[in-house]
């Protein structure tokens, strides 16, 4: 990831354009464990309505950012931005997110807790395949308070966990 695109990010926070943020997807798993190939860079913003957003998706237009489809293009590199707007999960992921640098830029990614219940989310199986690996840097007792918090019948966090733990 580069260095640059932390920097942008931090000064979209500092000035207000954003309230936080934390980095999550294949670059949150490469933190953690060894580098996956990815196309773009997952950002977990929080966002408390749609509002605070659609500002944000406004400022990104205003200063030149090129927009292509989902993806906010910055220094070359695409962006998902996933706003705390869409479910609870992201806004609580990112105020529990670890503080760390890169490169001696301080920037956050996602817990390994809320990492693994991201990626039970999307439940690809790229996803499945780097859940054991993350499940052994959890605290499986925070994990579960977690899964049990955002499972519901659309998205069983708990039955694919499950599945997962089963697998290995």
């Known amino acids: ?25 294949a670059h949150a798993v490469a933190y953690y464990l060894e580098p996956v190939k990815t196309l773009d860079l ?8 749609d509002q605070d957003f659609y500002i944000f ?22 962006i998902h931005f996933l706003p705390g707007s869409l479910h609870p999960f992201i806004n609580e992921a990112v105020r529990r997110a670890k503080r760390i640098r890169v490169r001696s830029i301080p920037t956050k990614v996602l817990t390994a807790e809320y990492l693994i219940v991201s990626l039970l989310m999307a439940f690809r199986l790229k996803d499945k395949m780097v859940i054991p690996d993350l499940l052994e840097l959890a605290d499986m007792e925070r994990l579960k308070t977690i899964i049990e918090r955002f499972s519901d019948e659309e998205t069983p966090l708990d039955q694919r966990l499950q599945r997962i733990l089963e697998s290995v």
Do not use: C, Q, W
Request: glycine share 10%; hydrophobic share 40%.
């Open 1 to 25: 990831m580069e260095e640059k695109v932390i920097k942008r990010l931090n000064r979209l926070k500092e000035r207000g354009v954003i309230k936080d943020y934390a980095i999550g997807g």
């Open 42 to 49: 997952d950002i977990f913003v929080f966002a408390e309505s």
């Open 57 to 78: 998706r406004t400022y990104i237009k205003k200063a030149g950012f090129r927009v292509r489809g989902t993806h906010v293009i910055i220094d070359d590199t695409p």
